[in-house]
């Protein structure tokens, strides 16, 4: 058990449809992560929150949406994705200068 | 900035091989380095970590020892066994909230 959940496990979406990934920690780290991770290519890192606000985009398109109300719960939009973006997306949490503890991830499929 | 360099894969061993993985960083401050590992189908677990020089991280028979000299934090385990087969991650963390991860190398044990 890690402490940092995602929901859903698994999600098959067409290029039309919208959906939300949701994380959420109960560690009381204060920085949220975003993170995709694709086959035969190293981990990429969309977004940091720290403390709610949003501190870092890594040049995301922005089909992805993130959201983060609290410090315990971390959203990723999805509308009008492409095929290329199929990815495991992971969540993570952490303190300041400190290690991440990550989620299981949602196993994205766009048809 | 910060970067991480780990040693190219795939790795195949027979169990109770010895295993090294190397890897070594660019950093401009002092940072805490990780060792990730990411089983089949499942996000990233913190292995082992060091926070600063000679400082040696350890688990599940797992040792890295964080190098200043040689800007170096190789990952060693005496005899592997087939439930260490992985995809291992070295990361650093500069005092920020953010993780420099290395490309990832995926280990395989036989039996």
């Known amino acids: 058990e890690t402490g940092v959940t995602q929901t859903p496990r698994h999600l098959v979406m067409g290029m039309t449809n919208k959906k939300s990934l949701k994380c959420e920690q109960h560690l009381g780290h ?3 992560y975003w993170y995709k991770q694709s086959a035969k290519k190293p981990l990429e890192l969309m977004f940091v929150y720290n403390f709610k606000e949003q501190t870092e985009n ?3 398109p922005s089909r992805f949406s993130p959201e983060c109300p609290n410090s315990s719960h971390l959203f990723l939009h999805l509308h009008t994705l492409q ?6 997306y992971l969540c993570a949490s952490s303190l300041q200068g400190s290690e991440q503890f990550f ?3 949602t196993r994205l499929t766009v048809l | 900035g910060d970067s991480v360099t ?3 894969g795939p790795v195949t061993l027979s169990e109770e091989a010895f295993l090294t993985i190397n890897c ?3 950093a401009t401050g002092y940072p805490s380095l990780f060792w990730y590992v990411q089983y089949p189908g499942e996000g ?8 600063k020089a000679d400082d040696k991280g350890s688990n599940k028979g797992f040792e890295a020892t964080y190098r ?3 800007t170096s934090f190789h990952l060693e385990k005496g005899s592997v066994q087939v439930s260490d087969s992985a995809v291992y991650f070295c990361a650093l963390s500069d005092n920020d909230y953010k993780l420099s991860f290395g490309a990832g190398t995926t280990v395989t044990v036989r039996a």
Do not use: F, H
Not at chain 1, 83 to 88: K, V
Not at chain 2, 44 to 49: E, N, R, S
């Open chain 1, 30 to 32: 204060n920085a949220m």
């Open chain 1, 58 to 60: 890594n040049s995301v």
């Open chain 1, 83 to 88: 095929p290329e973006d199929s990815a495991l």
């Open chain 1, 103 to 105: 989620g299981p991830g």
């Open chain 2, 6 to 8: 780990q040693m190219e």
């Open chain 2, 24 to 26: 070594t960083y660019t």
């Open chain 2, 44 to 51: 990233l677990q913190l292995l082992l970590k060091a926070t």
């Open chain 2, 68 to 70: 200043k000299e040689t």
